[in-house]
């Protein structure tokens, strides 16, 4: 497709309804639509969650997929211009799954072709035995051995897939999960005890997690705390 630039001041185009904006010659069939929206990551996990998402995910009108996401588009579109009670929690729900739906045909598409990350993981059916273990109970004392047996693989074997789609070792991601856990746990407007975060991320005591969160972090759990309260 040829995109043929705008004189500046075809930014003045116009608003047509609550949020919708107009670019070019109003009297002319618009050539495509655009709609806008975006998550917010805390900056100190962006680095973990960024391997969850594709540069791009390109869904042409003719594949199966654009149905079911070209209603969904409809519907936030539609609760979105609606003044009704809960408006703003409805649309945040369905931008969610709109997300999920979008990764969901990714995976699926991508195959081995996808780049290193959760995503990619999570689609290995073998690796997503081991990753659904390991969300779900972080605070277990895990070892390559253990999620190699959730996976049904031999240790070698489940590192070097594990490695190869998710692009850490298996440990270092526990790690950074825990730590990505820790923060968020951090940032409540009452953080807990640091004793219970700890415990709850699977660190036998605050010391041992003090020094993993400094080690991945840079700073102390206490002055993370102090900086995300500022």
């Keep these: 497709m ?4 705008l004189p500046f001041d075809a930014d003045e185009a116009v608003a047509r309804g609550a949020g919708d904006v107009r670019h070019g010659d ?6 495509f639509k655009q709609l806008g929206g975006y998550f917010q990551l805390e900056p100190g996990n962006r680095g973990l969650f960024a391997g969850l998402l594709p540069g791009l995910v390109h869904i042409q009108a003719t594949d199966p997929a654009a149905e079911r996401l070209a209603r969904m588009i409809d519907l936030i579109t539609e609760e979105a211009l609606a003044n009704r009670p809960g408006r703003d929690l409805v649309v945040d729900r369905l931008i969610e799954v709109l997300l999920v739906e979008a990764l969901r045909f990714h995976a699926e598409r991508a ?3 996808a780049r290193p990350g959760l995503l990619s ?3 290995d059916p073998l690796l997503a035995r081991a990753l659904r273990q390991l969300h ?3 605070a277990r004392g895990w070892s390559v051995d253990a999620l ?6 031999s240790r070698s074997a489940f590192s070097e897939r594990f490695n190869r789609k998710v692009g850490v070792p298996p440990m270092q991601y526990l790690i950074e999960w825990r730590i990505a856990l820790a923060k968020a746990m951090l940032q409540r407007d009452a953080p807990p005890p640091l004793e219970a975060v700890a415990a709850a991320v699977g660190y036998q005591s605050a010391s041992a997690f003090s020094t993993a969160f400094r080690r991945e972090v840079g700073s102390s759990p206490s002055h993370f705390t102090r900086a995300a309260a500022a």
């Design 111 to 113: 195959g081995a072709a």
């Design 26 to 31: 109003a009297e002319r069939e618009a050539e």
């Design 2 to 5: 040829e995109v043929e630039p």
């Design 148 to 153: 190699a047996r959730q996976a049904g693989l």
């Design 136 to 138: 779900g109970d972080v």
């Design 121 to 123: 993981g999570l689609a």
